[in-house]
């Protein structure tokens, strides 16, 4: 065959429909799910002991550096603070508010607003990152405050994580007990514990967190098991640390107050010897479902046992906090600040695995020849021990299957990337057509559960993506040769880009050489004549 003799009239009538038409490009190869970044949330119990107003100078460096510091391989800026001995919501603990407004921007961490009903030692508050939780509804105040029964009303809060189905969402109860050892100031701490259980056990089976100042001095005092008792509302300590804490070396390292053996008036002071400050969750925190508890984040700030039993946070035998630099200003801030320390903790969102990207012959727009689609997970996921069958890929115009064959990458994700075999394949390619992609849920997993394909948080339903069926244009995965712009037509624009590369003018495009020869000739040709004259798929 002589190509010169054949061209000049296909250049003729290319040239006109050039002039009537405009090239579109089309860069579709990222097709998926937007997924919420981070997941993971850092909350914080602390008696700031400043019921008499402003916080002492000082807390927002320890605040900062409880962001700032390492767990588990994780910094975290705080997400939410539950706070003891506060004035009120509008002046002490919106002062907190403020000073992590200072630090990470305005507007960023607000305030609550209901103000518990307290006897002495003023009431508790929340602080929370907007940007990362919002406070669901109204708060509630738990129990009557009373010179005889319970000092303080409990404050509960129910929080949203941004951008999660409410299956993440989860109450916080804040709460101050009543001090001291004695059989009356115990039987006061009962009578808050039955109130606050009475009123999480009417919440049914749902993520709980009971943060506050306990006042406890064993794990044997009957508002401490009450707490723990069964029933929807049953508390867990993540740590799991029973015993006699008052003053025993062995639970150093979990102990809260105090901080300094002489601090400045009026604190208390002793140095460590209680473990007075909490955060037990419920079983939903534990269940991998919607938020849970992570595993072995539950610390006291500063603490990590390297001081000895009643001695001062800021001793040189503290080896806490390696990883900041200001640690030992922080340290001995926590002697001043408060006479308490703060209980940390690390939370995350249960995600199950999903789609974040497919991608189609590595980015590239056109849709000449495709020779491979890539999926890329938003996590490491189990396959098959033949990944390919994980897959599914069909042309929607007669239902045929492709053969796939797949090549699995994995570093903080897994990718996949399918090739093609057998009769829908023409040389490595798809065959022209539009196709369907399937993955599906029952063969992809983790420890996170089954694929979630529809982006619903929910795991256990196939991820599809299909091209647009005609007369629509095609998107996504579809194949037609001589398309180069991807845009579903063989035209003109593609035409003489062909010509080009068939004269030697443009270097050889394997996008144009139909059956991968090395080399764009005759054959390539007549299949891209076919395609010219057929117009679109």
Do not use: C
């Not at 001291?180 to 808050?192: C, G, N």
């Not at 015993?243 to 009026?266: E, M, R, S, Y």
């Not at 991998?288 to 390297?306: E, I």
């Not at 996590?379 to 390919?388: D, G, M, N, R, Y």
């Amino acid at each position: 065959m002589h190509l010169r003799s054949i061209l000049p009239g296909f250049v003729r009538s290319s040239e006109a429909s050039r002039r009537s038409k405009t090239t579109r490009l089309r860069l579709d190869s990222l097709e998926g799910r937007d997924i919420p970044s981070g997941g993971y949330f850092r909350i914080v119990s602390y008696n700031i002991a400043s019921s008499s107003g402003a916080p002492r100078t000082g807390l927002d460096t320890i605040l900062q550096g409880i962001s700032n510091e390492h767990v588990n391989g994780r910094t975290e800026q705080l997400d939410a603070i539950a706070l003891q001995e506060v004035e009120s919501q509008a002046t002490t603990t919106q002062d907190v508010a403020n000073l992590l407004n200072a630090i990470y921007g305005a507007g960023v961490y607000k305030a609550g607003t209901v103000n518990g009903a307290s006897t002495g030692s003023g009431t508790q508050g929340l602080v929370y990152n907007s940007q990362t939780l919002q406070l669901v509804g109204t708060e509630v105040t738990i129990g009557t405050a009373t010179t005889t029964g319970q000092p303080r009303q409990a404050l509960r809060y129910k929080l949203h994580p941004v951008g999660y189905p409410s299956t993440a969402d989860f109450y916080l109860y804040d709460s101050h007990y009543k001090a001291d050892s004695d059989a009356t100031s115990q039987m006061r701490r009962q009578d808050e514990a039955v109130a606050i259980r009475a009123d999480s056990d009417a919440l049914g089976n749902v993520a709980i967190l009971y943060t506050g100042d306990f006042n406890s001095y064993s794990s044997s005092e009957t508002f401490y098991q009450t707490l723990l008792g069964a029933g929807s509302g049953q508390a867990n300590d993540p740590v799991n640390r029973p015993g006699a804490w008052h003053n025993t070396a062995t639970f150093v390292d979990i102990d809260t107050q105090a901080p300094a053996n002489t601090p400045p008036a009026p604190l208390t002071g002793g140095g460590l010897d209680d473990r007075f400050d909490f955060q037990l969750n419920s079983g939903e925190l534990n269940d991998h479902v919607g938020l849970d508890y992570v595993a072995g984040t539950y610390h006291t700030f500063g603490n990590n046992g390297s001081v000895a039993l009643n001695g001062d946070i800021n001793d040189a035998t503290n080896t806490a906090l390696p990883d900041l630099a200001n640690r030992t200003t922080i340290l001995d801030l926590e002697t001043t600040v408060t006479d308490h320390l703060p209980v940390v903790a690390d939370y995350r969102v249960v995600v199950p695995p999903a789609v974040s990207s497919v991608q189609i012959n590595g980015g590239a727009a056109q849709r000449s020849r495709v020779a491979s689609v890539k999926v890329d997970f938003t996590q490491i996921v189990s396959l098959p021990a033949t990944p390919a069958n994980a897959f599914q890929l069909i042309r929607q115009s007669d239902n045929a299957v492709v053969g796939l064959t797949a090549s699995v990458m994995t570093d903080t994700a897994t990718h996949v990337t399918l090739t093609f075999t057998g009769a829908v394949s023409d040389f490595g390619s798809l065959q022209d057509g539009r196709y369907t992609l399937t993955v599906l849920a029952n063969l992809v997993s983790n420890a996170n559960g089954s694929l979630d394909g529809n982006g619903d948080f929910t795991g256990g339903d196939n991820y599809v993506l299909a091209s647009d069926a005609s007369p629509a244009p095609p998107t996504h995965i579809f194949r037609f040769f001589g398309d180069l712009d991807g845009d579903g037509d063989t035209d003109a624009a593609n035409f003489l880009s062909f010509r080009d590369v068939l004269l030697g003018i443009l270097p050889y495009d394997p996008a144009l050489d139909f059956d991968n020869s090395g080399s764009v000739d005759a054959a390539d040709f007549l299949q891209f004549r076919n395609r010219y004259l057929l117009g679109s798929i």
